[in-house]
């Protein structure tokens, strides 16, 4: 019941001896996350206490890797070291990279996914919360404690707003929750984790969220309709986004009709994904989509 994160990932943690590392480390190991390792090349060979367990710090990811078998790292480092993080793990052929920093360069983040891609790393982020597989392991800021293991797939660009849907849904559970980020540039795309739920077994209904501006949510329903056979709902912000007006998300740049919440709204519809207007509207719908796919209808 999962993609990408399993409670057999080993997952290491670069900038695991900083402020937001530490905290965040503190956390994922509280929601029974395999954390095997930071990386500080300033602080190899110590180790950091987290209530009952060690964590070892090592020089680099590669070394970290060959002590512990790790496949999964989260970056925690500021802005301008964030690239060379990302392009140390791919050297060292991790198989997932969760960037969750903020504020990355867009040309830096042009670099680095395109260098991760031809090393083989699945980059997740950055500016994301990353993704939990709930009871099994969280790479990332997803707070674990609301919800449960489940039966739904969830991608997202917003961190609040999957926290929200996570929460509303919190009945039914989730079988993995990924938080791709909403900056222009993005490694994992909804198109990825429609296809990774489209073939996990135990996900039954897909939620998809997205937010105005570019146009990753049409080409999400574009591939929904030649690909995806599972149920699909989503939800898109910003509806009452005012026109001509910069959005918070770096990623949320309309321009004329296309980009705008309507236009996402009416693409997906198109293909038979339900869309909710507001986040409870759209639980709401996959509780009913549920409910009908279960009855054997399609209501």
């Known amino acids: 019941m999962a993609i990408f994160l399993s409670k057999e990932s080993k997952v290491l943690v670069q900038g695991m001896t900083g402020a937001e590392g530490m905290k965040h480390t503190r956390r994922m190991l509280a929601a029974g996350t395999d954390v095997v390792g930071g990386v500080n090349p300033r602080k190899a060979g110590r180790s950091v206490d987290f209530d ?10 590669r070394e970290g890797m060959a002590a512990t078998g790790a496949d999964v790292t989260v970056v925690f480092v500021p802005p301008a070291f964030a690239k060379a993080a990302v392009v140390e793990a791919a050297d060292a052929g991790i198989g997932l990279a969760v960037v969750i920093t903020e504020g990355i360069p867009v040309h830096d983040s042009v670099a680095f996914h395109a ?20 009871g099994q392991s969280n790479a990332g800021i997803i707070p674990s404690d609301i919800t449960k293991p489940g039966r739904i797939g969830l991608v997202s660009k917003s961190g609040t707003l999957t926290y ?23 490694g994992t795309t909804h198109i990825d984790c429609l296809a990774a739920f489209q073939d996990d077994p135990d996900t039954e209904l897909i939620v998809l969220i997205g937010e105005i501006g570019g146009d990753a949510e049409e080409r999400a329903a574009a591939y929904v309709r030649d690909h995806v056979t599972k149920p699909v709902v989503a939800y898109i912000a910003g509806f009452t986004a005012p026109e001509g007006r910069t959005m918070g998300h770096a990623g949320a740049i309309v321009s004329g009709s296309s980009g705008t919440a309507a236009a996402k709204k009416e693409a997906l519809e198109a293909v038979g994904v339900r869309v909710g207007r507001t986040p409870t509207e759209t639980a709401e719908l996959v509780l009913a989509r549920l409910e009908a796919e279960r009855a054997g209808t399609h209501g």
């Open 52 to 61: 009952d367990r060690a964590v070892p710090v090592f020089g680099s990811v």
């Open 115 to 134: 260098y991760a891609a031809a090393q083989g790393t699945r980059v997740i982020g950055p500016n994301c919360p990353g993704l939990i597989t709930p």
């Open 164 to 186: 929200q849907l996570m929460y509303e849904l919190r009945d039914i559970g989730f079988s993995t929750c990924v938080g791709i980020g909403g900056d222009p540039v993005v």
